[in-house]
């Protein structure tokens, strides 16, 4: 499951940052695997997507939220 | 330390980690702005004492890692590896945010040079339930810590007294770090965090619920543009006064230099070239200061960064980005200080899109001209018994502007080639009560820069401008000059036959040739020429130029200055590239000829495009 496919407010832990020229930027961001995050608004039409992530919030596109891989921690429970 | 050097000290931290807020706080109004060699970044320096050690203070942009992304962060790292080296890194971190900030200080901790780190925004973490142990902090970095309000100066004392002192490497283990490892380095924060902060429940911002209206699908652009309209209303309405004092200001001053000076072309260098350059620029500082008070008061309360937020996707499908927003807008105070607020925008493609297309809002310079040319041609009447048409019209042209710039900037999309994909991954600062301190510095600094930049251009071709409209060749030889009786005979006036045949066609006459080319120095200048042409000593009174152009008649008895003729004109100075400062900074921007040259031609061609087909369709 990827970063942008998350419905705003379910908890996620970072799994994998994918090759890309933003890459660097993201992790910079605090976006390494092991990190909890969390959508918590929507720009209109549904675009870029804001997060929070270790404590501050932080937008992101949808394409570039493409290249983060999470698992959402209510899966956690039912595995 | 020894007393007798003098302490080069540097500020760094991530952005909104309130680091002016406490370079403000030390060096008080102890500061100016230094040009970094070679570029057009300014780095800001305050000289401060502290125990008669005298430090130079240098404040560093804002930015999240050691690899610079945009132009603004690349500034804020160069001054680590020149020499000599900082004597000292003064590190200003978010202590909400402390796991993000301490990935910088991490990089600069291996520098090798001794670091004090400060934490600031404490209130802000108690909020969220984080509690810091600055003792542990200070034994597991191995450096001095210490904990300030930045807002309110507590604690601000305290650091400033050991400045003086010996400072320490930090010795603290981040791990390697290299483009694939940053997930150690952070593993590694992770650890010290563990040790040196507890984290309580945490409750719910008040930053969180006012993004729920900010970034509302309605709501949200009803803010905006709720925001902008007041913006816009405020600096029509408070610029007025301190613009009239100016111009009165400066038109006294001419007077007393007309009453003391010897006659000769050295009196009306100073007063028509040099006096009326000057006043050209500085009578604008008002409208730009009181739009960029506004714009730094957005931005430090953490609004703008939300505007970005709800603009980037419609602002991404025309090739640009929701950084583009404040450029833009700046734009429709002067397009010199908006071109330079680009250097935060990391892609190069989005950056030059939004500097090709800036000038094309409408800016102050263009309200003089549109002002005396919707009197001459709209009736002043209202519509629908509520609206004037005068000022209908008027509104109509910042439409215009903001649509063309828009329209253009697809254009530019689809020609300029980049293979790096534009991104916007940016922080959405939590909101803040506004810095005053800080709001005036930024306002101030910027007006200044506009002065500085435009005035050095505007002085220099106010000075040629007005040689070629004061002289003119002797009859029957070319090469040698005299005074002109009048603009007709004179150099401007020989320049605006010349160009006559080719602005025939959009339906100008040489009078308005020679208008043309003067406000090549700036676009209001218009005003002053016309007032010249038709031998008016008042500049200012629109009523006078008015009626001498209303008057003006063509051979065939026909007006001159028909309605066709004057949207004509309204429309080419919507959209020609008549400004020689923007092209000038465009230039130092852009490194390269070639965007300036490109710029000036497609301008032009949309304006004379677009006054072609409003004359013919008019007349």
Known sequence: MTLDELNIGQLARIQQVLDSPFKEKLQEMGCVPGVLIQPIFKAPFGDPIAYDIEGYTLSIRKSEAKNITVKPLDDLFKT | MSNSKHLKI??????????????????????????????????????IKVNNTAINLVDTPGTYSFNPKSLD????????????????????????????????????????????????????ATFKGVEIDKERLEKELGIRVFKIN????????EVKKTLDEDQFVPHFDFGEDHTNSHEQVYTSINQLLQ????????????????????????????LFLGVLFLIFQSVFMLAEYP?????????????????VMIDGWFKRLIINGLIAGVAGVVVFVPQIAILFFFMSLLEDTGYMARVSFIMDKM?????????????????????????????????????????????????????????????????????????????????????????AALIAAIGFKWIIKHDIPSYFIMELPIYHTPRWKNIWMTCW?????????????????????????????????????????????????????????????????????????TSFAAREVFVGTMST?????????????????KKDTLATGEPVYSIGVVLSLMIFYAFAMQCVSTLAVVYKETKSLKWPIIQFIYMTLLAYTGSFIVFNLFS
């Open chain 2, 315 to 403: 602002l991404r499908g025309l090739g640009l980005s929701g950084k583009s927003v404040v450029p833009l807008l700046s734009g429709a105070a002067c397009a010199i200080p908006a071109i330079m607020s680009t250097r935060n925008i990391e892609n190069w493609k989005d950056r030059l899109i939004t500097i090709m297309v800036t000038p094309l809002m409408s800016c102050s310079a263009r309200l003089p001209v549109y002002t005396l040319l919707i009197s001459m041609a709209i009736p002043n009447t209202m519509v629908a018994g509520v609206f004037n048409l005068q000022a209908l019209v008027l509104l109509a042209m910042y439409v215009l502007g903001t649509v």
């Open chain 2, 445 to 517: 600094q910027k007006s200044l820069s506009f002065v500085k930049e435009a005035g050095k251009v505007i002085l220099i071709v106010s000075v040629i401008l007005w040689f070629l409209a004061s002289y003119g060749p002797k009859p029957n030889k070319s090469f040698s000059l005299q005074e002109a009786d009048n603009l007709e005979v004179s150099y401007a006036g020989k320049f605006g036959k010349v160009i006559e045949p080719t602005i025939k066609p959009i339906g100008f006459n040489w009078k308005i040739g020679i208008a043309l080319i």
């Open chain 2, 195 to 222: 040790k040196t902060t507890v984290q309580k429940t945490k409750r719910e911002l008040v930053s969180n619920k006012i993004d729920k209206i900010a970034t509302h699908p309605i709501l949200g652009y009803m």
């Open chain 2, 150 to 157: 930045g807002r309110t100066g507590e604690g601000v004392d």
């Open chain 2, 533 to 549: 042409i038709y031998s008016i000593d008042d500049e200012e009174n629109f009523d006078q130029i008015r009626n001498k152009m």
């Open chain 2, 10 to 47: 540097v500020l760094a931290g991530n952005p909104n980690c309130g680091k002016s807020s406490l370079f403000n706080k030390l060096t008080g109004l102890n500061q100016k702005i230094t040009n970094v060699p070679g570029t057009t970044i300014e780095n800001k320096l305050g000289v």
């Open chain 2, 243 to 259: 613009m009239n004092w100016i111009e009165t200001g400066f038109s006294y001053f001419s007077e007393f230099l007309n009453g």
């Open chain 2, 73 to 124: 962060e690349e500034e804020a790292v160069k001054i680590f590896f020149e020499t000599p080296k900082p004597d000292i890194i003064l590190y200003i971190a978010d202590s909400a945010n402390l796991k993000r900030n301490l990935f910088y200080f991490s990089q600069l901790a291996r520098k090798g040079i001794p670091m004090i780190l400060v934490l600031n925004m404490l209130d802000v």
